[in-house]
């Protein structure tokens, strides 16, 4: 029979040789400002001063993001506007996700645009978070082209839209989209 010394001893032993995991660290959940801009980059198909200086901004901002959605969506307004778009959610942790989105605005706002979206995520805890309606305040002014960044947040979760794109649209509204699983015509 073992006495109890002993049998501390052993698993005092065993527990000695037994691996921890390592702990996650913010770099390998978050991608950094090289990679993104490098991922930007190839998505837009090309590199502008403008389009770096947003994704500087936004680190400077809210640091590091641990997923980000490239995709392309089609807006007009009227006072009141429609925005509707499609996209691909990567995760650093890996995996990718189908993303529709629309969703109304109200304000003064007045044009019609067309563009390619690179959305930084921050603190995206699970691909499915991504599914809810996101309030915000867009300002923007499309004249043949551009690059614009504003900021949509809900429940910790910081989304991060930029938009290189084309058509003449002017105006600053507030509204919300509504990002989900499947495409609908309902921005609601």
């Known amino acids: 029979m073992i006495d109890r010394r002993q049998h501390l001893q052993q698993l005092a032993a ?11 660290t913010d770099e390998d959940s978050t991608y950094d400002e090289d990679s993104v801009l490098k991922a930007a980059t190839e ?4 590199t502008t001063e403008g389009l770096a200086k ?27 506007g ?27 706002d007045l044009g019609a645009n067309a563009s390619k979206v690179f959305t930084l995520v921050y603190k995206l805890p699970k691909a499915s978070a991504i599914y809810q309606r996101f309030p915000g305040v867009d300002g923007s002014l499309y004249y043949i082209g551009g690059a614009g960044i504003n900021y949509q947040r809900l429940n910790g979760i910081t989304l991060a839209p930029i938009r290189l794109g084309v058509g003449l649209r002017a105006g600053a509204s507030v509204g919300y989209i509504h990002y989900r699983r499947e495409k609908s015509i309902n921005p609601f």
């Open 43 to 46: 998505f837009f198909g090309q």
């Open 82 to 108: 429609l925005r509707y778009g499609e996209g691909e959610l990567l995760m650093k942790g890996g995996g990718a996700h189908k993303v529709f989105w629309a969703g109304p605005s109200i304000g003064f």
């Open 54 to 80: 947003v994704i500087e901004k936004a680190f400077k901002e809210q640091g590091r993001p641990n997923a980000y959605v490239k995709g392309q969506e089609a807006g007009a307004a009227i006072t009141v």
């Open 14 to 24: 065993l527990a000695g040789t037994v691996a921890l995991p390592a702990l996650a």
